[in-house]
T-cell receptor
Framework: GAVVSQHPSRVICKSGTSVKIECRSL??????MFWYRQFPKQSLMLMAT?????????EQGVEKDKFLINHASLTLSTLTVTSAHPEDSSFYIC?????????????FGDGTRLSIL | AQSVTQPDIHITVSEGASLELRCNYS??????LFWYVQSPGQGLQLLLK??????LVQGIKGFEAEFKRSQSSFNLRKPSVHWSDAAEYFC?????????FGTGTKLQVIP
């Protein structure tokens, strides 16, 4: 149980392109979804927290207009990297929390490797 | 502020040997603690979690971890490592809204 699917797994595109990444909870309802960015050989950096039906909460230093997050349903959140540039190349991972208790672990997708040429 | 320290960046063990990965945390209240594993190019998989109760927690793939409040530690152990355990391991502290990850320990398993 608690499976999170992330799509696509890999994206290669030209500078200036906008890229959309989907995160789905397959067998549970995710009240909250999280988006992380992972730089090579580093830990995960939380970018934003999204709650279904409301605006995402962004971490300090993360550009809201650059990284658009939509959480339209309890099973789907999307991250759109707008006008992507080479410095946006990274590994992006989403996670979803089941329920609203503070002790619920986050369940992670397999990540998306984004490469901007 | 909550924080996690994983002092070992890289560990190498022989297949069949025992393993212990260290994790120290800082948290203002009773912590929720997690261990995740990440294979190359993939997302994170939850190995085990501690919320309360028995301080020795059993997880998947034969892993266990022990919560020691006096030492602010939550070390991960496995009695006999398999080659398939080679991966990066992340300790995390927090809960539903805010989870802080350590910088990870990369495990290499040699035959």
């Amino acid at each position: 149980g608690a499976v999170v699917s992330q799509h696509p797994s890999r994206v290669i595109c030209k500078s200036g392109t906008s890229v959309k990444i989907e995160c789905r909870s397959l067998d549970f309802q995710a009240t909250t979804m999280f988006w992380y960015r992972q730089f090579p050989k580093q830990s995960l950096m939380l970018m934003a927290t999204s709650n279904e039906g409301s605006k995402a909460t962004y971490e300090q230093g993360v550009e809201k207009d650059k990284f658009l997050i939509n959480h339209a349903s309890l099973t789907l959140s999307t991250l759109t990297v707008t006008s992507a540039h080479p410095e946006d190349s990274s590994f992006y991972i989403c996670s979803a929390a089941q329920g609203t208790s503070s002790n619920q672990p986050q369940h992670f997708g397999d990540g998306t490797r984004l490469s901007i040429l | 502020a909550q924080s996690v320290t994983q002092p070992d960046i890289h560990i190498t063990v022989s297949e069949g040997a025992s393993l212990e990965l260290r994790c120290n945390y800082s948290y203002g209240a009773t912590p929720y603690l997690f261990w995740y594993v990440q294979s190359p190019g993939q997302g994170l998989q939850l190995l085990l979690k501690y919320f309360s109760g028995d301080t020795l927690v059993q997880g998947i793939k034969g892993f266990e971890a022990e919560f020691k409040r006096s030492q602010s530690s939550f070390n991960l152990r496995k009695p006999s490592v398999h080659w398939s355990d080679a991966a990066e391991y992340f300790c995390a502290v927090g809960g539903y809204q805010k989870v802080t990850f350590g910088t990870g320990t990369k495990l290499q398993v040699i035959p």
